[in-house]
């Protein structure tokens, strides 16, 4: 999902055409700019949203658009590493296997000026769950903030040297920016994961390595002659305004059947020894004692 990303979106989308064989963008209609003209001429499928309180709103709906038989799931400001692109085959030709956790790394830039990745707790390890196998009865996503992507089967977290994710938000967005990102997030009955955004806050005990490839590097040539010849097809396309947003209440209505087999999970949190203290920006084991209250036997 996009918005106003005009300026850069023709190139992140040449840059996916290293890997890709197909592109889905969600735009968003609250785009001032030329966002959607761009997304129309280089992708092969554009969905218009309404604009929402968060985008996990979205997820679901965007996942579902794919026709390919793998969904690569990445944000307008995140990159794939070089190596993907020769690893990707070798990856999807395992049977057995629904997703893969991509190893996830959040870019600074150091006192050097160089991209550099975090390599401190939360920041890392945190694999996240982005491609997974387009068989639509085995995920879903409920549209809440920062809740992760729910699949069936088995999976495996790729190694570094498979595929990496690079986030920039960090680098992207000053602080005022990402202060008011987490303003909004606090108001929403969620997790706001602030401490991923106000990095500065834990500068004393943060520790970063160099990033080893460039990440502002020009697409493959293979990528940039794919691109040409989409836009050249563009060009017959006949022109046209914005086409009627998914609403976001239509989309809560529709995802809101996932909930259908909640009643399988409902319990009661008798206690837990969760310490009165605990450090910022590091991580404790609390144990936590559950009754199962559901109709059923948990397995």
Request: aromatic share 10%.
């Amino acid at each position: 999902m996009t918005w106003n990303s005009a300026g850069r979106l023709e190139h992140w989308i040449t840059r996916t055409l290293e890997y890709a064989d197909e592109v889905v963008l969600l735009v968003d209609e609250s785009s001032t700019d030329d966002t959607y003209h761009v997304a129309r001429t280089f992708a092969d499928l554009v969905r218009v949203v309404e604009h929402p309180p968060f985008i996990e709103v979205f997820y679901d709906l965007a996942l579902r658009q794919a026709s390919g038989d793998w969904i690569l799931w990445l944000d307008d400001d995140e990159f794939m590493g070089s190596t993907f692109a020769d690893t990707r085959d070798a990856l999807l030709e395992d049977r057995h296997l629904t997703h893969y956790h991509l190893p996830y790394r959040w870019i600074v830039r150091g006192d050097d000026g160089e991209h550099r990745w975090i390599r401190t707790f939360p920041w890392h390890p945190n694999p996240r769950l982005r491609l997974i196998r387009n068989v639509g009865s085995t995920y879903f996503h409920r549209g809440r903030l920062h809740s992760p992507l729910e699949i069936a089967g088995e999976g495996r977290v790729v190694e570094p040297e498979e595929a990496v994710v690079y986030h920039l938000d960090l680098v992207w967005r000053d602080r005022a920016q990402r202060e008011a990102k987490v303003a909004r997030y606090r108001q929403k009955n969620a997790p706001s994961c602030e401490e991923y955004y106000l990095y500065e806050e834990y500068e004393r005990t943060l520790a970063t390595e160099p990033v080893l490839e460039p990440l502002v590097r020009e697409p493959s040539a293979s990528a940039c002659r794919e691109a040409e010849a989409r836009s050249k097809r563009s060009r017959g396309k006949a022109t046209q305004g914005m086409p009627a947003a998914v609403t976001v209440e239509e989309e809560r209505a529709r995802i809101s059947g996932f909930w259908s087999s909640a009643p399988l999970f409902s319990a009661d949190y008798l206690a837990s020894n969760t310490p009165p203290v605990v450090l910022s920006n590091r991580g404790c084991t609390v144990e936590v004692k559950v009754r199962n209250t559901s109709p059923v036997t948990w397995s």
